[in-house]
């Protein structure tokens, strides 16, 4: 006879957390970074339910769409364009083809900016946001410096759709025009200028990740050669925009730091020139101050 222990009986594992563990290896299998994350997520986003309440979900209700998502990510389309939502800092975004999907290092840049502002000595900081895709950026700022005035363009019709649908009720001046000529009417008076321009070079495009090369408009990826192209451009840009003692933010590639900064040379007219790191301590952008006169 089996000895008798208090308590409850342990219940059997729900079909979906089952369903959730074979999902995640399938997804390991086919090289997603982020196997388990992904496959919760999808769960989540097919029944109608936040990750942290999968195990409420009733055997009866499991719904068999969940494998044509995990079928999809296992082509590799991103998980954002699946669900249609990305979540970056405080926001909840719509995303979808034609617009890029922000990165969590991106929320760094920010992070760092809304500092910058913050401990600057003006009331209504005026600040720009240039090729802003989603809009993630733009309405981050506006969200967490309140008194801010938030100004941002894209060149891409189809990335504005997205845009114009995150930007729906909010108080940011979004324009449809090229980074490298945009708010003329604002030349001089700018205290931020912040940007995640594209940056990867045309050399590097086998190397990139499969939901980025094959889902993200090439128009936010590649940038010549080295991937600077632009960014060089914005420069000009910037300092055209910048009050003097004003500040630009510059996203770059990992692989860039170092050569960024160089980019906003004492010459051009800037100062206090430098990289900074994102979470994993990798170089993620490049910050410089107009010269005073």
Known sequence: MQPSFGGRPSSPRSVLLAEVAQATQRLADAGVPSPRNDAEELAAFVHGVKRGELHTVRDADFDARYWEVIARREQREPLQHIT????????????????????????????????????????????VDLCSGSGAIALALAQEVPRSRVHAVELSEDALQWTRKNMAGSRVDLRQGDALT?????????????????YIPLTEWEYVAPEARDYDP?????????????IRGLERTA???????????????????????????????????????????????????????
């Open 84 to 127: 249609g939502r990305a979540y970056f800092r405080y926001l909840e975004l719509h995303v979808g083809p034609g617009v890029f999907v922000p990165r969590p290092e991106t929320e760094s840049v920010v992070g760092w900016a809304i500092d910058a502002v913050r401990a600057m000595d003006v009331v209504e900081p005026l600040i």
């Open 218 to 230: 090439e128009l936010a990826l590649f940038s010549g050669e080295d991937g600077l192209d632009l």
């Open 182 to 198: 945009a708010f003329p009417d604002l030349d001089g008076q700018v205290d931020l200028v912040i940007s995640n321009p594209p």
């Open 239 to 293: 300092h055209r925009l910048l009050r003097p003692g004003g500040v630009v933010v510059i996203e770059h590639a990992d692989t860039q730091g170092g050569q960024v900064p160089w980019i906003f040379t004492e010459e051009r007219g800037w100062a206090d020139a430098a990289d900074h790191p994102d979470l994993n301590n990798r170089p993620r952008f490049a910050t410089a101050r107009k010269a005073l006169p």
